[in-house]
């Protein structure tokens, strides 16, 4: 907010005010971050759920990590791998904005042997490339540990194209690396103070909702118990 009211000069810019570019600015930011953070931990949580056997190695890294004696901090996010290929797994499988923002062509080209006049307008659809199996060994299931193994070098910037959940490029999320933060900060803190199951051990219905933001079509029922000493909850 300090560059923005530092950058901006007081006649605006491109015909609008600078205070109502300032306004309208952070409420992008507020509205976009908030959906989209929890979104990907509710769909990370309804995999884990559907996928005890990682849900345990989850825990287990945690308990390994930080104990049961005190709560996650931030410091420790680096070390839980296991939990960041989780979160990079479940924004694979659902990203939180499956649809990339449009682009437009500023020239003619050749793509794969169409000609793309130039104006014409572009739509990426991340969710079809995250699930390619020309590149993803079995793409629909859901396997953290391909990003400790045959992926592991993959990362959220989108300089690999196979695995773009924020976009690429100089119109890529802003905000990813916050998002990202506050995600693994969230996830790792619940699953470490709490048991989590479903009622009656069912499993948890996988329907996607259509819109910009990949929801959930039904509400997580979420039975959940404390798994750490009484007094740190005090």
Sequence with gaps: ??????????SGLAGYDADIINKTTTATMI????????????????????????LKKAKDELDAIVGHERFVKESDLNQLVYL????KETLRLYPA???????IFTEDCIIGGFHVPKGTRLITNLWKIHTDSEIWEDPLEFKPERFLTTHK??????????????????????????GLQMVS??????????????????????????????????????????????KLYA
């Design 1 to 10: 907010m300090d560059v923005m009211l530092s950058v901006l000069p007081a």
């Design 31 to 54: 509205a976009g971050g908030s959906d989209t953070t929890t979104v990907t931990i509710i769909w990370a949580l309804s995999l884990l759920l559907n996928n005890r056997h990682a």
């Design 84 to 87: 960041q290929a989780t979160i």
């Design 97 to 103: 904005a499956p649809l990339a923002g449009p682009r």
């Design 153 to 178: 070098d993959i990362d959220f910037s989108g300089q690999n194209f196979e695995y773009m959940p924020f976009g690429s490029g100089r119109r890529a999320c802003p905000g990813s690396s916050f």
């Design 185 to 230: 900060l969230s996830l790792a803190s619940f699953l470490h103070a709490f048991e989590i199951s479903t009622p009656l051990d069912a499993p948890v219905d996988m329907t996607e909702s259509s819109g910009m933001t990949n929801l959930k079509a039904t509400p997580l029922d979420v039975l959940v118990k404390p798994r750490l000493p009484a």
